[in-house]
């Protein structure tokens, strides 16, 4: 058996390495390392394949997330509502921008920010709501975008975890995550779903004054050269991750089959097991991975366990060579740089059972049944005694 890996670059390089190499040397070749063509075509094929009229590449995540937030103009003071149970960068950006977070409980079942948590949140200072689709499927966004109108709100998707998942309305129209909100950010770090070889992110939108204004921010607020109009930043997407990007995009739909095609394996060997809960699809597929499932990526495959002491079980697989992961261990609101007075831990029951239940399992396009099978056995084994 192949070496168990949480993320298998290597194997998924392989499979493309002549495109890849070829594509990296025409960069070195015609020395355009920033803002090159090759950036402007990537662009071009992502807004094609997003389906969005705007792509605003840029250096990462995290700045994407942050230049989205710049480009709405929301200004020091005004709220922000996101969900407690994330990754950091998303309430980091609104606190460097000396905007005021907001953190409200998640869902149970698929982990996305609550609805009805949202609607309590909601203050005269409230500006802008930030669903994170978190482990590769959307949050309620029909829902949010309600909300939204509500409060004449903007809507700030962070797509980090879930690029290429569709949302479907109630109406049964799709659209592609990230491209649903006013804006929307995502991440190309290197283990994401569509993952460069280096830093990368980009920002989405169908507004074209937004637009505008966010080409500018990326480019230390430059339209033309030594022209600076708007208050801006030093991010842009250098032209070698922009060639490894566009090399895996028309494989990018392929990647998420195979990952939930994984997931599908994962939840077939787990079934009957009552002390693992299989991760929930909460938009378009009900609680099975059926063959067209489009709802759910699976950036990452994370259970719920009950009567077991998860903690244990994570020492267990490491043990046995199982890399795996806890996605999220402490909640934002009980981090050191985001306390504060204004939350109540009555407010956030989920969240903090979740971090006490999560595990994530190894997830990528090169999982073969073999290690699947050794990975659900080592588990079950474990939870039986």
């Known amino acids: 058996m192949k070496k168990i890996q949480m993320v298998d670059l290597k194997g998924q390089y392989n499979d493309i390495k002549d495109v890849v190499n070829t594509s990296i040397e025409n960069v070195i070749e015609n020395t355009a390392f920033i803002n090159g063509p090759k950036v402007h075509e990537f662009?071009?094929?992502l807004e094609a394949y997003l389906g969005v009229k705007h792509v605003i590449p840029c250096a990462n995540g995290t700045d994407?997330?942050?230049?989205?937030?710049?480009?709405?103009?929301l200004k020091?003071?005004?709220?922000?509502i996101t969900a407690d149970f994330t990754f950091a960068a998303?309430?980091?950006v609104i606190a460097l921008l000396n905007l005021t977070p907001v953190l409200v409980d998640v869902n149970k079942d698929d982990f996305n920010i609550d609805i009805e948590a949202i609607k309590k949140a909601i203050t005269p200072k409230t500006k802008a709501i930030v669903p994170v689709h978190l482990f590769g499927q959307c949050a309620n966004m029909e829902a949010i975008l309600e909300i939204a109108k509500a409060h004449n709100l903007f809507v700030i998707e962070d797509n980090a975890q879930a690029i290429g998942a569709n949302y479907t309305y109630k109406n049964g129209t799709k659209a592609k995550a990230g491209t649903i909100g006013n804006v929307g950010a995502t991440s190309f770090f290197p283990s994401k779903n569509l993952g460069a070889y280096g830093d990368g992110g980009a920002i989405f939108t169908n507004d074209d004054d937004l637009?505008?204004?966010?080409?500018g921010i990326v480019n230390h607020g430059m339209y033309e050269r030594y022209h600076h109009d708007v208050v801006g930043v030093n991010s842009r997407l250098d032209s070698i991750q922009a060639a490894v990007l566009d090399a895996k995009l028309p494989k990018l739909d392929g990647y998420n089959k195979a990952r939930q095609m994984a997931a599908k394996k994962y939840n077939a060997a787990f079934k009957g097991i009552d002390a693992i809960i299989t991760p929930h699809l909460s938009n378009g597929c009900g609680e099975t991975i059926c063959d067209t499932c489009d709802c759910h990526v699976f950036h990452q495959y994370t259970l719920k366990v009950k009567d077991v002491d998860r903690d244990a079980l994570v020492k267990h697989l490491n043990e046995q060579g199982i890399?795996?992961?806890v996605y999220y261990p402490i909640p934002?609101?009980?981090q050191k740089a985001y306390t504060d007075e204004r939350y109540n831990e009555a407010d956030f029951p989920v969240t903090n059972q979740l971090v006490k239940e999560v595990i994530s399992l190894p997830m990528h396009t090169e999982l073969d049944d073999e290690q699947i099978e050794f990975i659900t056995a080592t588990i079950i084994k474990f939870i039986n005694g």
Do not use: F
């Open 76 to 80: 020091p003071g005004d709220e922000v």
């Open 64 to 73: 994407a997330l942050q230049i989205a937030m710049m480009g709405l103009g």
């Open 323 to 325: 890399p795996c992961g």
């Open 43 to 45: 662009q071009k094929n």
């Open 211 to 215: 637009a505008h204004t966010i080409r």
């Open 332 to 334: 934002l609101h009980k």
């Open 90 to 92: 998303t309430v980091e």
